[in-house]
Nanobody, 123 residues
Framework: QVQLVESGGGLVQAGGSLRLSCAAS????????MGWYRQAPGKQRELVATITRGGSQNYADSVKGRFTISRDNAKNTVYLQMNNLKPEDTAVYYC?????????????????WGQGTQVTVSS
């Protein structure tokens, strides 16, 4: 129903920066919350940051002050600016979006995930 395409991952040295992008497409009526999650090898997927349609932000304690989440509602896109990266930030980062899509003659909830993008921080 809704496809999320992520970009911006890569390899960076500790202290460097990356900017992740995630664009949503499909028969979207509206997007409510958008967010970023990450999963390191052998660990459970964890929330990194979320942002509401109105721009309210929430961050995991481990990234607060270093990462900034933002969104462009006109483009159905969410961003994650990652500064002062640490080796502990190494993980696959997944985009998430929820909201409403048009289905049949009504609107319906959706909750979609991106394919994930690798972020590797070397020391």
């Amino acid at each position: 129903q809704v496809q999320l395409v992520e970009s911006g991952g890569g390899l960076v040295q500790a202290g460097g920066s990356l900017r992740l992008s995630c664009a949503a497409s499909g028969n979207i009526v509206s997007i409510n919350d958008m967010g970023w999650y990450r999963q390191a090898p052998g660990k459970q997927r964890e929330l990194v940051a979320t942002i509401t349609r109105g721009g309210s932000q929430n961050y995991a304690d481990s990234v607060k002050g270093r990462f900034t989440i933002s969104r462009d509602n006109a483009k159905n896109t969410v961003y994650l600016q990652m500064n002062n990266l640490k080796p502990e930030d190494t993980a696959v980062y997944y985009c998430n979006a929820g909201g409403y899509v048009r289905k049949w003659y009504i609107k319906e909830n959706f909750d979609s995930w991106g394919q994930g993008t690798q972020v590797t921080v070397s020391s």
